[in-house]
Structures are given as C-alpha cells and as structure tokens.
C-alpha cells in the first residue's frame, strides 16, 4: 500500500526502528516466559511520589508503533511494558534523565516526546524565542514609526469622535448615557463620507 | 444513487466554474445582468451539492454495498444513526461535506454581502468558486464517494469504533466547515484587493465571517478535547497532536484576525495588517486540510490513509503563492489612513495580542514542521510534543492572558497610566490575596501561581468591569439591576461579546492549569472487593460485568467512590474490545464536581476474571473547561448581534444630563 507518508518520505525509519524495538521488547518478554501485558503480581506498585514522578516521564516518552501517542495515552501492549519499564527504573532510584537514557537506548532517540536540547534538537528550542524577539522588534519599529507619521499628518487633530464613548467605557464609568449617545451616533469609520 | 450522486456533482462543478468565470467576465465588462447570472449560478452549486449529499445519505441508509464508500464506512450491523459519521469517515465523503459546506456559506456569503461593495462582490465570488471548482474536482475525479465495486459484498467492512461517540457527531464536521470557512473572510479581503477598491468596506463582511470560521473552530477544537478526554481514556484532553495543531493554527491566526480588524473598523488602520492575516489564517486553513486529509504525519487521527497528500500540498502552495502575489500586487493600495498617537493605547494592545497569537501559531508550526524537515534534510528522526509545546507557548499564553486583564481597558488613541492604574488596581488587590491564599495551601511551581494569578486578575477585572457598568447604568436609568446588565452588554456588544468568551478563556486557563499541575494520576491493579486511595478519594472496584457482541466484547467494573471515608457515589468505567479492529476503545468513569474530576479507566481484566487494572486520576478544575464552551458561543452570538435600532436609544437618553459629569480618570 502506497501512503502520502512514503511519498513524502516520513515515517519509514520511524516504522523500521519500532519494528527493531518490538522484537526487543517481544526477546525480553520471551525471555522472562510473560506473553503480553503485565500481569498482576509482577505490576511494580509505586509510591504516590514515584507515581507522580512516572505520570511525567510517561508524558515524555513515544510509544514507538502508535501513531504520535504517548506511553501515557496509548493502550498498546508495548506501551504497558515500557510504562512498567520506566516503574522498575524509578524503584531502582534512577533520575529522570538517567531513565530517558535508559529508554533511549532500548528503542531509539525518536521515542522522546520532545527533541533534546542538544545537536539538531538545540535548533527546535532555539528558533521559537529568536522569532519571538525579532517579532517584537517589529513591532516596536512599526509602532515608532506610526508615532512619527502621526506628527507629521495628525497635527492638532483631536480626538476624534468615534471612539469617545469607547475610550470612556474603558474606565469602568463611561457608560453614561450621554457617551453612548455620541458612541450610537457616530458611525464607523468606513460608514464616514 | 452512484450515477444520481456522480451527475449532480458534475453539474455542480460546471456551474462553479461558470459562476467564476461569469463574475470575472461580467465585472470586467461592467455587465451587471452577467454578475447576476453568475450569482445565481452560485446559489445552484450549493443546491445540485446538496442532491449530491443526499445521495450519498440514500446509499448509507439503503446499505448499497455496491458503492466501495458505503461498503468501506457501515455494514448492517450499524446503528443508522450512525450514518451522520459514516459519511465523513474517510477522505471521499468528508470532501463531500467540505464542499457542500463551503457552497452554503458562499451563496450565504454572496447573498447577504451588501450591494454597496460594488465590483468587490463579483471578484469574491471569483474567489470562493475557484476554491469550490478544486474541491469538487479532487472530490469527483480523484475520491469519488460514487465508485462503485466490481462486485457487490454482502455486508460493509463496519465504521471504526473510536468515531462511535456522541462527539464525533460534531467535532469532525465543525472543524472541517470552520476550516473551509475561512475561505469566506479569505475571499472577501482578496477580491477587494483585486477589484482594486481596497477600502474598509469588505470590514464587516469580513469580521462576521471570520468570527463564524473562528466559533466553529473553536467550539470544534473543544469538542475534540471533551472527545478524547471521555474516550482516550488517558485523563487528557489535548495532546498537541500534528492534526489537533493543524486545526489551532489558523483558529490563532482567525483570533489575530478578529481582534485586529476592530483597529481597521473603529480607526481605519491596519489595512494592510488585516489582510496579511486574512491570508495567513487561511494558508493554516490549507495546511490544515493538507495535514488532516492527506496525511503526511503520524497522528490519533489516522483513521484513513490517503492518497491525496500531494493534491492538498499543492492547494497549499497555489493558495501561499497566488494570496500574497496578490497582496504584493496591490501593496500601495493598503496604506492605513490613521495614524498611532500613543504608545500606550487600544491599538498597540491589539498590535501587542497580534504578536503574540502570532507567535504561538509560528510555535506550533515550527513543532509541525520541523520533524518533517529533520527527516527530508537531515534523515534524522525527532519527534517533537508536548513537553516542546508546553514550556515554549505556556509563557506566550500566560502573556496574553495577562494582555486580557490590560488590553480592553486601554482607551483607543492615547491611554495614561492613571487610567490603567483605575481600571486594575482592585482586581490587582484581590489577585495577590488570592495568589498568597493558593501559595500558602498549596505551591506546585511558578508557572501554576503566575497561571493561577493572572487569570485571576482577568476574571475580578471583567467582573469589576460589568459591575460598574451595570451600576452606572441603574443610576442612570433607574432600571432593576438585571436589566440594566442586559442594557449594558446591548449598549456595545463587541465589547461584551468579547468580554465573555475573555470568561471562557479564564475558565479554560484554570482548567489547563489544574489538570496540568495538580493532578494526581495512580496506577493500580485491583482484585474484586480491594480499593486504593487517590486524593482525598478511595476508590473500591467493586463488580465487572461482561457483555459480548458480534464484533465486540464490552466490558463495565462498577467502582465505589468514598471521599475522606465517607461514601459519595458509584463510577462505571467502561472498555469494549475489537478483535477485528485489534482494538481497545475505553470510556473512563468520570465523576465531576467543580472542584475536581475523579477519573477511572478499565484498561484490562485479567484471565482469572477477578482482577483488574485501573488508571485512576483526580484532575482538578476540568469542569470549568466545558462550561467554556456555552460561554464562547455565547459571547459570539452577542459580538455578532446586529446593532440595535434608533428607537431603543432614545430610550436611554432622556437622564444624560445627570450623568454627564462624571466622567472619571479621562
């Protein structure tokens, strides 16, 4: 079957490398004789705190053959097994990171939810802010030179009448009925001959 | 009904292409009998559209296996009720419904637009039908929901369980008209770029339309989340998905949009701003559709693979070129006749909410796109999700939240800060006692007070706001007060419109916040008779009935609430299995309260029949999340309410004089 995915290319080493974190997982499995999902007496019960500490790394980890699901969202039975994977770590006193790395190693890099703030990962974090600030620039420009037309064509032209009632209203106490008045009767702008 | 359904589309595709080419022709040769016949043409697209739809209706409801669609989305086993989702189940249908949607609001559209708007009209409808004819054409020449199987099956394949909800009647097809929508403002903005006659006459036609796009959106987008919060069964609601991004992005963009035209409305500025984001809220509407239909990204909502990626992708770029070729094309005509006298004002307020819902949509795309170059250029894999989304536009929300509590109190022209300083000082009070109250009982981390504080500050701000008002116009009308709160939100209802979906944005942010930052989640395998404790709450599982149907086994364990040892109810959490479809589909048990969700999902039972594995979340605050629904359509239908009659004025102008001194801090 030909998908708009292989004709862009995308997702094919995604599905070659679930495919290789399967087999791991199904070899693990195999080898502690467990054919599918956890069972009861083998579940790692955790303390509210490492439970609390789980539901966050659950969050940042991929379930590598759902599609853009996390561990923490996906019933598949491999995302039981890395979710009790992820319980045995926290029990053993691993950190949050030493555990990321653990499940890097098992099933890929791209089974992280978010890229990692180094090597091309550093370029995701790094370009929202930059854009963000040279978006405010802009706009800091263009409201400067809004301000400086406005000397040169509004000279001395007061308040307008359009948006008195308005303007007032934002005070809390403009809505006198006058105001409104003048707001009702004054058209906007495009209405204005 | 294959060659019915397949004629009418023909014939609705010749009459779109003949209403655009009428309009071009009659408005060049200033022959207003040809416009005419062009806009009639228009109104009979939707019609022979419609045939088409019904149809297709007709084959679901007369299980006609023969067409591959229907055999593809029902089978006989298939509630006809159902059939409202069958129809937008796959590519072939919901083209269907997109184009029969965007037909309707573009006779709509064109019949309500004002005669006054001259040579702008036609050249919108130029627009509007160009965009039909591509998505009849794709619909009927390359997935047509007509085809026919060379052999008739006896029974349809069946539709995917996870669509059988009570959400997936609304969620689906709001989001895809609110994405097509957005063709209408779209259209509006460029065909008077083209006519040449770029003045702010297309402003109110745009606004009405780009705050339909925009509530239809939205209500789509929470819809989805009540959707995957009740069905999921992860305790979530929002999973920053490539598909859920590509339906905020041009909601963003659409929310920039209907903040900033009100600058081009009430000041005639920002001419050229608006149109640049007209345009880009409908490339995101494209992209959208690209994303969500043609399916070049994993996603939860790969319910059909597609064909159609590249089609979708160049409806993409020929709407990205041709939109900003015309804006560059007509780019002296745009020059805004007003002029910024403070910075300080309503207008760098909209300016300063125009970054930033900016920002978030560039955010969001950036997280889209990039794995998608990382593998094309880099051939490495990244996944990029929700803990990127999180910590990247958190901070751009709590900003604009914060602009919510500052922007609508600006004056227009020039404001001072004794006019901000009257205006926010006692919700700034009641904010920091609030603030210190949460801090003391409770402190999780900074971004969970400053979410707390600052949507605090909106919400005691809107309501000192109204307060006001409604006392100022009892004074001056004498009017009991429910009345004169009525008259108040009559007397400008822009303002108030907004005021209230500002409401619903609070009350998504306290949800956000709650379920984000104090949720408590457990894991836990039960046997029958045994509890666990999360919160305050123990939670007993109590019995599990089994039900088995032809194609599924369903599943519901019955769990004893207690809270602080005292009992307070039962919650039936619910899973069914699909063997066909390899398939677990749960509904979690929801008990709800104001204060806080307790959540239960039935993941598994085990062989022996009596012990079961559970997921147990206490999510606070989630309640509100769905109130904001109502309020936001709410808030609409008063922002887009016709403005009101002479007479109802002179009714409150007879006391102006009393009134008149107390003008306060301007």
């Known amino acids: 079957m030909v998908l708009v995915s292989d004709f862009l290319f995308i997702d094919i080493s995604i599905r070659k490398r679930a495919l290789v974190g399967a087999l791991l997982v199904l070899l693990v499995l195999a080898s502690l004789g467990a054919p599918g999902a956890v069972r009861a007496q083998e579940y790692v019960e955790l303390t509210p705190e490492l439970d609390a ?6 969050a940042g980890i991929m379930c ?100 008195l009632a308005d303007a007032h209203g934002g005070t809390g106490d403009g809505l006198e009925p006058y105001l409104q008045l003048v707001d009702e009767e004054m058209p906007d702008i495009e209405e204005r001959p | ?115 006054r708007m001259g040579s702008q009209r036609p050249y919108a409808n130029l627009v509007l039908m160009l965009i039909l004819s591509f998505f009849i054409a794709v619909n009927l020449f390359m997935a047509s929901p007509f085809a026919t199987l060379p052999v008739t099956p006896i029974d349809g394949v069946g539709i995917n369980p996870l669509l059988a909800h009570p959400g997936m009647f609304i969620h689906p097809p709001l989001i895809m008209v609110g994405l097509i929508a957005i063709a209408v403002p779209f259209a509006l903005g460029i065909g008077g770029l083209l006519s040449g006659r770029i003045d702010d006459e297309w402003v109110d036609a745009g606004r009405t339309w780009g705050l339909v796009a925009w509530v239809l959106l939205a209500i789509g987008l929470l819809l989805g989340a009540w959707w995957a919060y009740t069905i999921l069964g992860w305790g979530g609601y929002w999973a920053w998905d490539p598909v859920e991004n590509a339906a905020f992005m041009p909601w963003l963009a659409l929310t920039a949009f209907i903040h900033s035209i009100m600058v081009q409305k009430r000041r005639g500025m920002f001419r050229l701003w608006n149109i640049a984001l007209i345009n880009i809220s409908f490339i995101l509407g494209a992209f959208g559709i690209f994303i969500n239909r043609g399916g070049p990204v994993p996603s939860v909502h790969s319910f059909g693979a597609s064909t159609l990626g590249w089609v979708f992708l160049l409806f993409l770029g020929v709407v ?15 020059r805004s006749t007003g002029s910024l006298e403070s910075a300080l004002s309503r207008e760098s307020a909209f300016l300063v909410n125009n970054l930033l819902f900016l920002g978030v949509a560039f955010v969001t795309l950036w997280g889209v796109v990039f794995p998608i170059i990382s593998e094309l250029v880099l051939g490495e894999t990244i996944t990029v999700g929700q803990p990127f989304y999180n910590s990247v536009n958190g901070p751009i929300f709590l900003a604009l939240i914060f602009l919510m509590a500052i922007g609508p109190v600006l004056p227009w022209r020039h404001a001072t800060w004794a006019s901000v300083r009257h205006a926010i000082l006692i919700p700034g009070i009641i904010t920091l006692f609030i603030t210190a109250a949460v801090v ?94 999360v919160g305050a709450y123990t939670v007993e599982f109590t019995d599990t009935t089994t039900t088995t149907f032809t194609d599924r086994t369903e599943r519901t364990a019955t769990m004893r609430v207690m809270k602080n040892g005292s009992f307070v109810g039962t919650v039936e959490a619910w899973h069914g299995v699909y063997p066909s479809f390899n398939m677990l589909s749960t509904r979690a048990g929801i008990r709800s309260t104001p204060v806080e969700d307790l959540y239960v999902i039935y993941s598994e039972l085990q062989p022996d029949g009596k012990t079961a594995a559970f997921r147990l979340l206490l999510n606070p605050m989630v309640w509100w999340m769905w109130l904001a629904g109502p309020f936001v359509i709410l808030g609409t239908v008063v922002a887009l309410w016709p403005a009101r009659q002479r007479a109802v004025a002179v009714v409150t102008s007879p006391s102006r004089e009393g009134a008149l001194p107390s003008g306060g801090a301007l």
């Open chain 2, 1 to 115: 009904m294959a060659d019915l359904g397949t004629s009418a589309m023909l014939i609705a595709l010749a009459l779109a292409v003949y209403s655009g080419v009428t309009s071009l022709v009659g408005v060049r040769t200033r022959n207003s009998a040809m416009v005419s016949s062009s806009m009639r043409a228009n109104y009979l697209t939707a019609f022979a559209l419609g045939i088409a739809v019904l149809a297709l209706v007709l084959a679901f409801l007369r299980n006609d296996f023969a067409l591959r669609y229907v055999a593809q989305h029902s089978n006989l086993a298939m509630p006809r009720i159902y059939t409202w989702v069958a129809f937008y189940a796959g590519n072939e249908g919901s083209l269907l419904y997109v184009a029969f949607a965007l037909a309707g609001m573009a006779a709509l559209a064109m019949y309500l637009v004002p005669r």
């Open chain 2, 440 to 533: 003391i009982i409770e402190v999780r981390n900074v971004a969970a007070i400053a979410g707390i504080a600052v949507s605090t500050l909106v919400a005691v701000q809107i309501a000192q706001e109204m307060i006001r008002g409604t006392l100022a116009r009892h004074r001056a009308t004498k009017s009991p007060y429910p009345l004169a709160f009525l008259q108040l939100v009559g007397s400008n209802r822009p303002r108030y419109g907004g005021y209230l979906v500002h409401l619903a944005v609070v009350m998504l942010a306290f949800g956000i916040v709650g379920s984000s930052f104090y949720s408590l989640e457990r894991d836990v395998i039960l046997s029958k008779g045994e509890s666990a404790d």
């Open chain 2, 320 to 334: 990205a070129f041709a939109s900003f070729g015309v804006f560059f094309y007509r780019f002296a005509l745009l």
């Open chain 1, 53 to 58: 500490r789980a539901a966050d790394l659950y």
């Open chain 1, 64 to 163: 590598p053959i759902c599609n853009g699901q996390t561990i923490s969202q996906s019933h598949a039975a491999i995302s039981e097994t890395m979710r009790q994977m992820v319980r045995e770590r926290l029990v053993a006193g691993d950190t949050d990171q030493q555990i990321y790395d653990f499940m890097t190693e098992a099933f890929g890099r791209d089974i992280l939810a978010s890229p990692p703030k180094s090597g091309i990962g550093l370029a995701v974090w790094f370009v929202p802010p930059v854009a963000l600030l040279l978006g405010a620039f802009a706009v800091t420009l263009f409201v400067r030179r809004l301000r400086s037309a406005d000397g040169l064509v509004r000279q001395g032209s007061g308040a307008g009448p359009g948006d």
